[in-house]
């Protein structure tokens, strides 16, 4: 048993729960998806030669001028609506995934020198850290996005700068007690240098808590971009995210308008909840505690 | 223990300080009220002298020496939009919101903690399996999505519930209540509701785990043995220990409601101050903007002062760490 591939045995235990297997097949189909929405959605909702603005709010089904049915209706400008959340899933995805990635690298490098360090400069970021959970994400990505106004690069920055410090605890955490094992003192009396003991030794035995912590905190970045966004502070209106779109249909939504603001809603719900089933999955098969 | 609190108390002075200079900062950068104020067709006198009249022709540090100045006596600057103290307006919003936060408060307590027992004692069945389900959802669905929902569902399709404002109010004590009339609970139920969702899932999470934990405990067998009703092993032994963890994160709660607050009143048109908030953000309103940030920060250091007090109090352990 042993001597089984990580990756495999990973696998083999994640495939235990169908629950979440499932959950894995509809995200990687909503990645691919979102990857391919150009090619494969039936019209380009931001070219305005592309639409019609004469078919606006027109109820799912509808039979367009142009020959091809707008399955999930159109919203106000006429948009198939089917192809703004194809377009609108892979801006949320983007948004998610870019903040998620540079959150860990940031927390990852502030909790691993933290750990290592010790002292004065461990003490003080940890302070910050516990200060800054003490609030709500949500809180610190508003205050900042009010500050800093709105455009796709703030909301990045906003979610960096209120997510970071999960990766941070974790990363930390992880780190203290790795440095008490063994192969860290044996690099040590090796006389490695200080970069190359975290780099090569520390980092990769860190790492498994830090992928749930992402796969989670994307999904939490995704909801709270779109939260943001249905606010009004978060993307631009070029960038219409999920969260943007259901927002644009809400008004209507009021007149029995459903589907402008339903059909986006039911797209971010899946999203979120398969990244969530995942990492749920994650967190359960890489935390031993958790399994007798 | 008095170190502890006065440590607490400067640390707290530091954040405020900090998120002060970055508001003011950022605030400062970005938009000009005076194009909102004015219409296209002002001349540049004109422009001028209302921009003097705000001080805004003054430099950044010296606005901000005014503005610190001025905040420390609790004046935050007249709204440009009402034209009425910036915090005035945020007092008069504030009973709104607060209403809106206890009543989801409670509501989190009282749905939360009968489900999350009967799903901690029968813990193996389908139920259970459900009701853990839901409160997945309840921590995963965005906040408006539900609220959304909930307007379809009982305002548009069953026409049972309207979908915005407070709806009649009744004058007690000085304060605006929704609670108190039949109109104003109806208004009230769908926005509470929507805002404790998380805490409903929060509570029927720790209560379930809680339970889990402390039913096959010993001294809960011996209270069986000694043949007491089930009733008063319930009431007595059982519930008394799952509350600790469930009060002291009530505070936490507390805290997630109020920011989420900005979410639940913009989607039902809540007259509090999360929407003053999102309004004011959209008039370039500058002051409010400022307040009520100030003003949240300080709620909540607050807050995380009362929760660690409460926590060393109710857990001997944390007095320790405390006063080491």
Known sequence: ?????????????????????????????????????????????????????????????????????????????????????????????????????????????VGLFAAYNGGIFDKLIMRFVDMQLSFPAILIALILLTTLGRGTDKVI???????????????????????????????????????????????????????????????????????????????????????????????YMLYGKYWISMFPGIALLILILTINVVGDQLRDILNPRLKQ | MLVFIINRIIQSMIVIFLTSIVIFAGIFAI???????????????????????????????????IFLKSSVNGDFGHSYIYNV??????????????????IS????????????????????????????????????????????MLIMVFSISFGWLPSFGRGETISLFGIEWSIFTLDGLKHIIMPALNLSLFGIAFVIRLSRAGIIEIIHQDYIKFAHAKGLKNSRVMFVYILKNIMIPIVTVLGMEFGLILAFAVVTETVFAWPGIGKLLIDSINLLDRPVVVSYIMMTVFIFLIINLIVDLIYSVLDPRVRIIIND
């Open chain 1, 1 to 109: 048993m042993s001597s089984l591939n990580p990756y495999k045995k990973l696998w083999s235990e994640f495939y235990e729960s169908k629950i979440a297997f499932l959950a894995l097949c509809t995200l990687l189909v909503l990645i691919v998806l979102s990857l391919l929405s150009p090619i494969i959605s039936p019209q380009d909702p931001y070219n305005l030669s592309d639409i019609n603005i004469m078919e606006g709010r027109l109820p799912p089904g509808t039979h367009s001028e142009r020959g091809y049915i707008y399955f999930l209706g159109t919203d106000d400008q006429g948009r198939d609506m089917l192809s703004a959340i194809l377009y609108g899933l892979r801006i949320s995805l983007a948004v998610g995934v870019a903040s998620g990635i540079f959150a860990f690298i940031f927390g990852l490098s």
């Open chain 2, 105 to 148: 408060l409670i509501l989190s307590i009282i749905i939360g903690i009968p489900v999350g027992v009967v799903a901690g004692i029968y813990s193996k069945n389908i139920f259970s399996k459900c009701v853990m389900f839901l409160s997945v959802l309840g921590f995963s669905l965005p906040s408006f999505w539900v609220g959304l």
């Open chain 1, 157 to 251: 920055i906003a979610l960096i700068a209120s997510q970071w410090v999960y990766y941070a605890r974790v990363a930390r955490g992880t780190a203290l007690t790795e440095l008490n094992k063994e192969y860290i003192e044996s690099a040590r009396c090796l006389n490695l240098s200080k970069f190359r003991i975290i780099i090569i030794q520390l980092l990769p035995n860190c790492l498994p808590p830090l992928i749930v912590v992402m796969t989670i905190e994307i999904g939490h970045a995704i909801a709270l971009e779109a939260t943001l966004s249905f606010l009004g502070v978060g993307l631009p209106i070029t960038k219409p995210s999920l969260g943007l779109l259901i927002s644009n249909g809400y008004e």
């Open chain 2, 31 to 65: 938009g000009n009220p005076v194009d909102l104020l004015l219409d296209s067709r002002a001349t540049f006198e004109e422009m001028e002298q209302i921009k003097a009249n705000l001080g805004l022709d003054k430099p950044f540090w010296e606005q901000y020496y």
């Open chain 2, 85 to 102: 103290p910036a915090m005035q307006l945020i007092f008069q919003r504030l009973p709104a919101t607060l209403e809106l936060a206890f």
